[in-house]
């Protein structure tokens, strides 16, 4: 999730630099706030992941001390 939303904020922020259209720029502005959500997503995703395999190597730690 997280490279799609930093595509869409990317396109969508390049694409406000010279619009003049305000219904346009509107728009832009919220698919760039939908990429920001699209990659805060994905880096939860990988905060979980990282916590599961820390408790995991935690365990498999505690398990070879005597």
Same mark, same amino acid.
């Given at each position: 999730? !997280?490279? =799609?939303?930093?595509? $869409?904020? +990317?396109? /969508?922020?390049? @694409?406000?630099? !010279?619009?003049?259209? $305000? #219904?346009?720029?509107? &728009? %832009? &502005?919220?698919?760039? =706030?939908?990429?920001?959500?699209?990659?805060?997503?994905? +880096? +939860?995703?990988?905060?979980?992941? !990282?916590?599961? #395999?820390?408790? %995991?190597? /935690? #365990?498999? =730690? +505690? @398990?070879? #001390?005597?």
């Amino acid at each position: 999730m !997280g490279p =799609i939303g930093q595509i $869409l904020e +990317a396109v /969508s922020v390049t @694409r406000q630099l !010279g619009e003049s259209d $305000l #219904v346009k720029l509107l &728009q %832009e &502005q919220k698919l760039a =706030i939908t990429g920001d959500f699209l990659v805060s997503i994905g +880096a +939860a995703y990988e905060v979980i992941g !990282g916590i599961h #395999v820390l408790e %995991e190597e /935690s #365990v498999k =730690i +505690a @398990r070879i #001390v005597p």
